[in-house]
């Protein structure tokens, strides 16, 4: 093949003239060779098959005359850097949020977790016993008292935010926080319940805000454990600073309906346990302690009680029975209503009966109840029912009101296996209420 290489030489090979030419005379001899490449094509193809060339002659293209011009050495361009790419960033669909990604979550309990958890108790029976015992042998003035509580609230609430900015302090700054606020709230409870300074009503409406702010805080830092440190000493100690059963069962009732008003119970099932775990103590202690008199006001705060409850387990995920522990904490808030309409008057525990049975089978009739928890809250209901019946009903009509709950049983269940123990285990209950030996003859 011969060279068709035309000489060129330029001054300065990098100046954009020179570029150009040189593109240009790279451009003439690839044309050359093109045509010299298909000139030799047509002579090897014409004596082998001739028949396929018939229509038309090879174009032969002549050789250049004279010997090819020596080839010019090309000099290599200078080299480039290369830069890496920007990333692109990632834009998610429109009308989508953009997935976040998801921390690992931390073991629920740990050994750091724990020893802080005894630590915030500790912390706190010395707040209860400065403000109990000190009051009780004389020791120091009410206003140091009460003063020397706040500060020591304020300075671990403040040392537990100063504390969550430093490495490795997340779970001693919650402690400490939930230290302070813990002792913030018994410090309003002593001031409203042994103190008197401050009427009941602000006392609680005070010790509302401080458990929000509490919980605020805990949403913010996303740690169900400062909510659960945060209640669960509070159930313990509250008591001996009431003074009052009324009090008590109010700061009792505040605690509970702040739990609601953060953040989904199905995201801290563990806190409304606790919750539902302290009120439930609380009140039904205080239901069984009621006298006569205190019996309805008793009643209305069980009933409260297993409001909050019962709204806490109409949460999506309780009802898809993907939360058992709020389930759980749902029928445990019920308890206290069945033990205060013992002491209470019939009309006053029949009306609690009802409403009841009506919350609990309205709990059960939600859209998108898994057949399991709903088996569960007609059950809790039926024995509601029960207990309501054998308390307020009258002795005439007894027997015949639970048959005629078997029956409502039987249709409400269809072919449900529970319909097949709720029938005849009504029918023995009205059976047993009309023996000689029972209580209601």
């Not at 490795?168 to 700054?173: E, I, S």
């Not at 006392?203 to 605020?216: Q, S, T």
């Not at 775990?277 to 239901?287: D, I, Y």
């Not at 009306?351 to 939600?366: D, E, F, N, P, Y």
Request: proline fraction near 10%.
């Amino acid at each position: 093949m011969p060279q068709n290489t035309p000489s060129y030489n330029a001054p300065n090979a990098f100046t954009p003239d020179a570029r150009i030419a040189r593109i240009a005379g790279e451009l003439d001899i690839t044309v050359k060779r093109l045509q010299w490449m298909q000139a030799q094509l047509g002579e090897i193809a014409r004596p082998v098959a001739p028949v396929l060339l018939t229509s038309a002659a090879p174009r032969r293209v002549a050789a250049p005359a004279g010997p090819p011009p020596a080839p010019v050495p090309l000099r290599p361009a200078a080299p480039v850097p290369l830069r890496p790419a920007a990333p692109i960033p990632f834009r998610p669909a429109p009308g989508r949020p953009p997935l976040a990604p998801r921390p690992a979550k931390p073991p629920a309990f740990t050994v750091a977790r724990v020893l802080a958890g005894a630590g915030v108790l500790v912390t706190l029976i010395g707040v209860a016993f400065l403000l109990v015992l000190a009051a009780q042998a004389g020791l120091l003035g009410p206003a140091v008292r009460v003063g020397l509580g706040a500060a020591l609230a304020t300075g671990l609430f403040g040392a537990g935010v100063w504390l969550r900015g430093r490495p490795g302090g997340r779970t001693g700054a919650a402690a400490l926080v939930a230290t302070g606020v813990a002792a913030a709230y018994l410090d309003t409870v002593a001031v409203t319940g042994i103190y008197h300074w401050v009427h009941p009503t602000i006392g609680l409406a005070l010790a509302g805000l401080i458990a929000l702010g509490g919980l605020a805080l805990a949403a913010r830092w996303r740690s169900q454990w400062l909510g659960v440190a945060l209640f669960a000493p509070t159930y313990v100690l509250a008591p001996p600073l009431a003074d009052d059963g009324y009090l008590l069962g109010g700061f009792t009732l505040i605690l509970a309906i702040a739990s609601l008003g953060i953040s989904r119970p199905s995201a801290w099932p563990w806190l409304h346990v606790v919750r539902a775990s302290g009120t439930s103590v609380t009140l039904a202690v205080l239901a069984l302690a009621a006298g006569p008199a205190d019996a309805l006001p008793i009643l209305g705060g069980t009933v409260l009680g297993a409001t909050i409850g019962l709204l806490a387990a109409a949460d999506g995920a309780a009802r898809a029975g993907r939360s058992w522990p709020l389930v759980s904490a749902g029928i445990v808030t019920v308890t206290p209503v069945l033990l205060a309409a013992i002491g209470a008057p019939d009309w006053a525990a029949a009306g609690a009966a009802l409403a009841l049975v009506a919350s609990t089978v309205a709990l059960g009739l939600l859209p998108g109840t898994n057949a399991s928890v709903r088996a569960v809250w007609f059950g809790v209901a039926a024995f509601a029912a029960l207990i309501g019946t054998a308390v307020a009903a009258p002795a005439v009509w007894f027997a015949a009101i639970v048959l005629v709950l078997g029956a409502a049983a039987l249709l409400a269940s269809g072919r449900a296996p529970s319909g097949c123990w709720a029938g005849p285990g009504s029918g023995l209950w009205a059976c047993w209420s009309r023996s000689p030996g029972s209580r209601r003859r």
